[in-house]
């Protein structure tokens, strides 16, 4: 790949080259896998099912189940009812799920199926349900297919019945079960009653039992998502994957939103607790004050290593954002900042960090591609690339560093399960960088000792 001036980059608006994200059913399938006993099903060809699959039980490792409507040939030219009537038949009788939540397909985008008709005459059996949601994957990301997929529930499901429940919603964004772990942790200890919605905790983190079971414990149950309307607020973790569903509840069942940044690093985290806090009028706990004392101190004692060290970082637009605060915070230089969603938001509030901590030089697209920012970085290199798996092209290139975190992560174990918001989040994150540039300070060194040997 030869290195290019601005003035050779010419804009691309019709092709991306290793593209930094998924399709929409990919984020549609996980939100529906966060929901107890749910089925997530695929109303288009089985092909497309077996690549979304696929893709997140790399991720996970552990299966991602969902169902298909079997488009053959026919299907395509005739439409999908009769397929998606017997498919929704077949799943309750065979899987038995408590709830089935279709989405649709390039496919069945395309030729222009109507799912909300096709549920509505549907003989669906007593106590069972069905919603659906609209993700064409020519359009947006799997970030998309996520929160389109939430809009899908609540729009069913949620229901003001005039009388409050007393607790707060917790919509975590697209992060890992650990994470969500994570978050709920924080909202327990101070004493705040919570739905989380949605829970892939318990679910695609689920314990080796000894025997297969399709519906694990977790995920958050059908009439919690129904509760979500007598909620009295909701706190929308993530700005831009989280704010439609918050702002449709708001709609449907005058529910009030908070919309705060996915709490990764010592001021998001710090959002999020004040914000518990409030709501449940409990002091914080010595315990997260510790944990916050501490990851300071682990700040302060590594700074040397990281000090003005310059990063790209890529990946889901909310987690890129979390990640740059914090590198802000450690004092390093997010010079190149990129996420595959199209979502212009994205772009202007991470120039607003940028402004926040006066850093110059730095660069931040959103609908962008790793090519792209291979070739910014052959233009002017970094010390530090941050994100999941497909980058390390790029760091294997030109002899970078890689830390791996966001999605997808396919290529290493354990991840998943650990988790990157909140104080020990954010302590994870630091020592992962920390040990990287220290890697290769040593690997460095050892190089020049073998030079002057020799």
């Not at 002017?380 to 830390?403: M, S």
């Given at each position: 790949m030869?290195s290019?001036?601005p003035k050779e ?7 991306r080259?290793n593209?930094?994200?998924?399709c929409?059913p990919?984020?549609?399938i ?9 089925m997530?099903h ?7 099912v077996s690549?979304h ?5 790399r991720?996970f490792?552990?299966p ?6 079997s488009f053959?040939?026919?299907?395509s ?16 009788d065979?899987?038995d799920?408590?709830?089935?939540a ?14 909300n ?6 003989t ?5 349900l069905v ?10 990301s799997?970030?998309?297919?996520f929160y389109n997929?939430?809009?899908g529930f ?7 019945t005039?009388k409050?429940n007393g607790?707060i ?9 650990g994470?969500m ?9 101070l ?5 989380m919605?949605?829970?892939t905790s ?14 694990p ?8 998502i129904?509760a979500l309307?007598?909620?009295?607020k909701?706190?929308a973790?993530g700005?831009?994957?989280s704010e439609?569903p918050a702002?449709?509840?708001e709609k449907?069942c ?18 999020f607790v004040?914000?518990?806090?409030k709501f449940?009028?409990c ?11 501490q990851?300071?101190d682990?700040m302060l004692?590594?700074?040397q290593?990281?000090y003005?060290k310059s990063v790209?970082?890529y990946g889901d637009?909310?987690t ?8 802000l915070e450690m004092?390093?230089?997010p ?5 595959g969603?199209?979502?212009?938001d ?7 960090l940028?402004?926040?901590?006066s850093?110059?030089?730095?660069k931040?697209?959103a609908s962008a591609d790793?090519f ?6 052959k233009?002017?290199?970094v010390?530090l ?5 497909h ?6 290139a030109?002899?970078?560093p ?7 992560i396919i ?7 650990m ?5 020990k989040g954010a302590?994870?994150l630091?020592e992962m ?9 040593d ?8 030079e002057?040997?020799m």
């Amino acid at each position: 790949m030869l290195s290019m001036t601005p003035k050779e980059l010419k804009e691309r608006t019709a092709l991306r080259i290793n593209p930094c994200k998924t399709c929409q059913p990919v984020g549609a399938i996980y939100c529906a896998l966060g929901v107890h006993k749910c089925m997530p099903h695929s109303h288009g060809s089985q092909g497309c099912v077996s690549f979304h699959r696929m893709f997140l039980t790399r991720h996970f490792k552990d299966p991602a189940i969902a169902s298909t409507s079997s488009f053959t040939e026919g299907a395509s030219v005739f439409g999908g009812r009769t397929n998606i009537e017997t498919a929704v038949k077949n799943v309750f009788d065979i899987y038995d799920p408590d709830i089935i939540a279709v989405h649709t397909t390039c496919l069945s985008e395309t030729i222009g199926d109507d799912i909300n008709s096709f549920i509505q005459d549907m003989t669906i059996p007593e106590g069972k349900l069905v919603v659906h949601t609209n993700t064409p994957s020519y359009v947006g990301s799997h970030i998309n297919g996520f929160y389109n997929m939430m809009c899908g529930f609540i729009k069913y499901l949620s229901r003001k019945t005039g009388k409050s429940n007393g607790k707060i919603a917790i919509f975590p964004g697209f992060v890992n079960p650990g994470d969500m772990r994570e978050m709920k942790r924080i909202a327990s200890l101070l004493k705040a009653p919570f739905i989380m919605f949605p829970d892939t905790s318990g679910v695609m983190d689920a314990p080796m039992t000894g025997h297969y079971e399709m519906y694990p414990k977790g995920g958050t149950k059908i009439e919690e998502i129904a509760a979500l309307g007598d909620c009295e607020k909701v706190i929308a973790l993530g700005e831009i994957t989280s704010e439609e569903p918050a702002a449709l509840l708001e709609k449907q069942c005058k529910v009030p939103y908070e919309l705060l940044p996915l709490p990764i690093g010592i001021s998001a985290t710090d959002e999020f607790v004040t914000a518990l806090s409030k709501f449940s009028k409990c002091e914080v706990p010595y315990e997260l004050e510790e944990e916050r004392g501490q990851l300071i101190d682990i700040m302060l004692d590594a700074h040397q290593y990281y000090y003005k060290k310059s990063v790209a970082i890529y990946g889901d637009p909310d987690t890129v954002l979390g990640i740059t605060s914090l590198v802000l915070e450690m004092g390093m230089i997010p010079k190149y900042v990129i996420t595959g969603t199209p979502k212009e938001d994205f772009t202007r509030k991470a120039e607003e960090l940028f402004a926040r901590y006066s850093v110059e030089g730095c660069k931040a697209k959103a609908s962008a591609d790793l090519f792209e920012l291979h070739q910014w970085i052959k233009n002017e290199k970094v010390d530090l690339l941050i994100g999941g798996t497909h980058g390390k092209t790029i760091a294997r290139a030109e002899d970078i560093p890689l830390v791996r975190a966001g999605f997808p992560i396919i290529d290493r174990y354990v991840h998943s399960y650990m988790p990157i918001v909140g104080y020990k989040g954010a302590m994870r994150l630091v020592e992962m960088i920390s040990n990287a540039l220290m890697d290769r300070m040593d690997r460095d060194c050892a190089d020049e000792d073998l030079e002057i040997v020799m």
